[in-house]
């Protein structure tokens, strides 16, 4: 990778850029989503990937089908059933920097008539899960794979404690969030794993998704998994027409979901959201490793859709990694 200003680029020099830095990371994508090893760490990954973005926002025209910019990460266990998601799962754009939100909120803002709030979020560092509800029984869960077909694991799902059989109401919804490995129990299993001579898992989000996307059931329930649920594919049997409720009336149906959330009504409070977790990150039972940003109203969120990867209505805000975090939020700004 280079770091030559995009702007002395021709568009020759830029796809050259390019067609060397995406077959580097799908490499890194398969050794991370397929087999849950990655071989580097995630900030050395989103170095690359933002490079690429960059080559391709300033030329269009050297954008490939193939690129990792076009395709939602993840691939599925040939030994593992399907489930193809009538409604996609996206991923999400990233910033990394308060003045990169600002402009995603600039950007949103210029196409959207009236005045909205965002809910902010925790970006909880797992993997994301769907779980669909026939009059209100569990019937089948699945991962989110390359976004629009994903694997069955069911019956491992059915051993997590923080997924309801059933919900209060006798809906037929589906329902997706994220299953993660508490920090307690990714180091216990880590030290387990090396006293029987194992490799250790590099991170929760890989322990998770090693213990969800496996065959034998009993493993996944001996892993101590957990849910957090934040999202629905179609709002439209629900009572609530905005995000914040969403969580609420999750709750009420009997799903887990994070209790910190907040309503913003502009950046500055976006900000002070992103300040004080970034701060506390350290002190929860659960990695973070961001704070998601939503447009609050659902239905604004159906209309702004997404592109073939990323709703436009929400973006993560990511987190240094923790060893080397350092003070880069500057929140005296003007909104
Ligand atoms: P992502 O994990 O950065 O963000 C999208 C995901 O966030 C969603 O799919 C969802 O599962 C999750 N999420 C957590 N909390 C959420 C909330 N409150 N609301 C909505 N979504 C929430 O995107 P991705 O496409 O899954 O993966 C990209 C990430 O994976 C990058 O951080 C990258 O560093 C890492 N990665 C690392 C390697 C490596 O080799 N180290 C390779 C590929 C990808």
Redesign the pocket.
């Known amino acids: 990778m280079t770091d030559k200003p995009i702007n002395t680029l021709t568009e020759e020099q830029a796809a050259a850029e390019a067609a060397e830095l995406r077959p580097q990371l799908i490499k890194?994508?398969q050794?991370?989503?397929s087999a849950d090893a990655?071989?580097?760490?995630?900030d050395v990954?989103?170095r690359v990937y933002a490079r690429l973005v960059a080559l391709e926002t300033a030329f269009p025209k050297i954008v490939t089908p193939e690129s990792p910019t076009q395709n939602?990460?993840g691939t599925t266990r040939g030994d593992l059933p399907k489930v193809t998601h009538d409604i996609p799962m996206l991923?999400?754009g990233?910033v990394f920097s308060i003045d990169e939100l600002k402009e995603f909120d600039e950007r949103l803002r210029g196409n959207v008539d009236e005045d909205f709030d965002y809910n902010c979020?925790?970006?909880?560092d797992g993997?994301?899960i769907s779980l669909r509800y026939e009059n209100g029984e569990f019937v089948q869960g699945s991962t989110?794979g390359n976004g629009q077909i994903g694997e069955d694991i069911t019956a491992n799902l059915k051993t997590i404690p923080s997924i309801p059989q059933t919900l209060s109401r006798p809906l037929t919804i589906d329902v997706r969030g994220?299953c993660y490995m508490p920090k307690a129990a990714f180091l216990a299993l880590n030290e387990r794993r090396e006293a029987a001579g194992k490799a250790p898992f590099a991170n929760p989000r890989n322990a998770a998704a090693g213990s969800l996307r496996q065959l034998d059931t009993q493993v996944t329930a001996d892993r101590q998994l957990a849910t957090f649920m934040?999202?629905i594919a179609d709002y439209e049997p629900l009572n609530t027409r905005t995000q914040s409720g969403l969580l609420d009336e999750l709750a009420e149906l009997g799903f887990t979901t994070n209790a910190t959330y907040q309503v913003a009504h502009n950046m500055t409070e976006v900000a002070a959201f992103i300040e004080a977790y970034q701060e506390q990150r350290s002190d929860l039972a659960y990695g973070i490793?961001g704070i998601?940003i939503k447009a609050n109203s659902l239905p604004l969120q159906r209309e702004l859709g997404a592109t073939v990867k990323v709703p436009r209505w929400a973006i993560?805000f990511?987190f240094p990694p923790e060893e080397v975090q350092t003070k880069i939020l500057d929140i005296e700004w003007t909104v």
């Open positions: 890194w994508g050794q991370y989503y990655p071989t580097v760490e995630d990954y989103d939602v990460g991923s999400l990233d979020e925790l970006k909880i993997l994301a989110r994220e934040y999202n490793d998601v993560a990511k």
